[in-house]
């Protein structure tokens, strides 16, 4: 009987899993799309725009994962809470409120900087003045998706953890469609309209997120959901204790997926620095490795739903079993995206540039090592992502990916660059061993034990 229950029970989880990670999935390519998008039309009338918008969507990436990280933070919070809930579900829906006033906070606070120093931003990364006021232009329009950005993630984790992922993620295929039209439209002059070239598609991409925001609003009011319009007494009931509980895990989220990002756009202005080719052959790989780790983005984010839940209900036997079987499953799936991925690099290649050039041929090189890399990437995640930090272990998530990065990567990177002056592909390597060096710190964290928290307990 015990054997039997104990199949009824990873049965059920993994159906969980797959039923959480697809439409999550969906979400995060269609989201990820929006820069190959943006890419694959801007290639079509320069490298510098390539170039320009590559760059700039890497400093847009670092403050977009510090509004993601606060979604997370609080997500943790708010999926053992769901997990706890038997008839009240006010400690959810604090959570939840709490998240949304804190992402609009850090909205505002970078939409200052996107707005006024665009041009300081991406002189980090390259010393061209044509990329530099490509890049300052696009940079400063879309700083204004940051608020609705916000919003839409916000309560799109909050309809995860309830495990409605779907609505969010057919309210996105409307976004990234209409933002399709637009940048078709805006980028080339269409219609009769303006051809604004890298303009357009930040403008483009501004009006998708609004209307994407106002659908996602309607959808929650028309059906009354929980989500739609959180009372005011609910406001009147949070305590200081409850801000202090999601700030402190939000922000130590935010901070870690801001530290990581921040790690990537350091990486990528270090390399970039040393040969324009190679900021191209960066620009064109970053969506594309971003749109293949959908899939394993999404197993790790429904991962971190599951275990928050049984860590929130007090199955902490269960957690624990079901943190190795999404292990295996991100291994195997990190493992068939990584071939596909490899098999399809010619095509996907040619779709970014038209005959032979050095920036073509560098990145046919490091194509290889992102390939292997992708398929360590996925195990990594699977721990911090889905595990750990659902467990409540998100400080030392951070700590993790401080040393990886800032300590081992980033050091490693600049003295081989710069002092021993090695190839790129060399280089670009080092990002395989940092991934190798996460998974076993990570590994001797799951073997002690210490990294289940019930974070539910701290809400009033």
């Not at 010393?127 to 940051?146: F, K, V």
């Not at 970039?272 to 197993?299: F, K, Q, R, W, Y």
């Not at 990190?334 to 690099?345: H, R």
Request: aromatic content about 10%.
């Amino acid at each position: 009987m015990t054997i039997t229950n104990s199949h009824k029970a990873a049965n059920s989880s993994l159906y969980t899993l797959l039923t959480l990670a697809i439409p999550i999935t969906l979400q995060t390519a269609l989201f990820s799309s929006k820069s190959i998008i943006d890419n694959l039309m801007l290639g079509k009338l320069s490298a510098y725009d390539i170039a320009a918008i590559g760059f700039a969507s890497k400093a847009q990436l670092v403050i977009t994962f510090f509004i993601i990280g606060i979604s997370i933070g609080g997500g943790q919070v708010a999926a053992q809470c769901w997990g706890a809930v038997k008839s009240d579900d006010s400690k959810f829906k604090k959570s939840i409120t709490i998240m949304l006033l804190l992402s609009f906070i850090a909205a505002f606070t970078f939409f200052i900087p996107l707005s006024f120093l665009s041009r300081d931003i991406m002189t980090i990364g390259t010393q061209s003045n044509e990329i530099i006021t490509r890049g300052s232009d696009y940079l400063q329009i879309i700083a204004y998706s940051l608020f609705f950005f916000a919003y839409t993630s916000t309560l799109a984790t909050g309809l995860r953890v309830m495990h409605q992922p779907m609505i969010a993620t057919v309210i996105s295929t409307i976004g990234v469609c209409l933002n399709i039209f637009l940048n078709w439209l805006l980028i080339f002059g269409h219609w009769g309209g303006p051809a604004m070239g890298i303009k357009g598609a930040a403008i483009g991409t501004l009006i998708s997120a609004i209307i994407e925001t106002l659908c996602l609003f309607a959808w929650l009011l028309y059906q009354r959901h929980r989500l739609a319009l959180l009372p005011l007494k609910l406001l009147r009931a949070i305590t200081s204790q409850d801000i202090k509980t999601i700030t402190h895990l939000s922000m130590t989220a935010a901070t870690n997926s801001i530290v990581w990002a921040l790690g990537i756009f350091a990486f990528h202005a270090l390399l970039g620095n040393t040969d324009t080719n190679l900021l191209i052959a960066l620009a064109v790989l970053s969506p594309i490795e971003t749109l293949s780790m959908a899939l394993l983005i999404g197993l790790s984010s429904a991962a971190s739903i599951i275990i928050g839940n049984h860590v929130g209900a007090e199955r902490y036997d269960l957690a624990k079993k079901d943190s190795n079987r999404m292990l295996l499953v991100s291994i195997i799936f990190g493992v068939l995206t990584a071939l596909v991925l490899w098999m399809s690099q010619a095509t996907i290649i040619d779709l970014f540039y038209n005959g032979t050039s050095s920036a073509r041929a560098l990145t046919e090189q490091l194509f290889t090592i992102m390939v292997l890399s992708i398929a360590i990437k996925s195990l990594s995640m699977m721990f911090i992502v889905g595990i750990l930090r659902a467990g409540g272990d998100s400080r030392f998530c951070l700590y993790t990916d401080i040393f990886s990065q800032w300590v081992f990567l980033l050091p490693c990177t600049t003295f081989l660059a710069y002092v021993l002056q090695l190839d790129a592909v060399l280089l670009y390597s080092l990002i395989i061993i940092e991934e190798s060096l996460k998974i076993l710190i990570c590994i001797m964290r799951l073997r002690s034990g210490k990294w289940i928290t019930n974070l539910s307990n701290c809400m009033s």
